[in-house]
T-cell receptor
């Protein structure tokens, strides 16, 4: 799996957009960008993933640069419940039996009232 | 859909005893299950991967005789921590992946907190 780098921590004011960056300069052509988050003492939660086009779902938007070397996860209106550790993971599609999610240290996002 | 449960959610045991943690996929058949361990203020570390009916594949540094994994059915995997010691105290998280296209991603359980006294 390609390595990713994320800031260790970030703060965001409640109600504002949270923009979480991720660098993945060694990503290869068949690798996707996945985002998960982990609220304290809970299991990880899938957020979104993409290959090269920007993606949006009910939770977040994912913006991938044209060269695919970096991406940004956007939570459009952060709430206190979005306080969590956010993991950016680059990996091939989950279609093969032995594909697995390997977590880095992630970004600890604190949403402040 | 795609719900993964773990039981128990927390357990306290004495040093030297064995503890079994169950991971179930509630609404899909999990062809592959993964077990992770997480120490306080650290990220999740993959311990092993198991496919239904096959022996588990352990990550480097994980003792297979200490962490016994059984994936006997398409909806259940168990992790047994044998002869547990205080340093085994951790948050254990499983995830499951199905073959069906709708479930061909990793879905995570809520975790089990193990405390060894």
């Amino acid at each position: 799996d390609a390595k990713t780098t994320q800031p260790t921590s970030m703060d965001c004011a409640e109600g504002r957009a949270a923009n979480l960056p991720c660098n993945h300069s060694t990503i290869s052509g068949n690798e996707y960008v996945y985002w998960y988050r982990q609220i304290h003492s809970q299991g990880p939660q899938y957020i979104i993933h993409g290959l090269k086009n920007n993606e949006t779902n009910e939770m977040a938007s994912l913006i991938i640069t044209e060269d695919r070397k970096s991406s940004t996860l956007i939570l459009p209106h952060a709430t206190l419940r979005d306080t969590a550790v956010y993991y950016c993971i680059v990996r091939a599609s989950m279609k093969t039996s032995y594909d697995k999610v390997i977590f880095g240290p992630g970004t600890s996002l604190s949403v402040i009232p | 859909g795609a719900v993964v449960s773990q039981h128990p959610s927390w357990v306290i045991c004495k040093s030297g005893t064995s503890v079994k943690i169950e991971c179930r996929s509630l609404d899909f058949q999990a062809t592959t299950m993964f077990w992770y361990r997480q120490f306080p203020k650290q990220s999740l570390m993959l311990m092993a991967t198991s496919n239904e009916g096959s022996k588990a594949t352990y990550e480097q540094g994980v003792e297979k005789d200490k962490f016994l994994i059984n994936h006997a059915s398409l909806t259940l995997s168990t992790l047994t921590v044998t002869s547990a010691h205080p340093e085994d105290s951790s948050f254990y998280i499983c995830s499951a992946k199905g073959r069906d296209r709708r479930y061909n991603e990793q879905f995570f359980g809520p975790g089990t907190r193990l405390t060894v006294l």
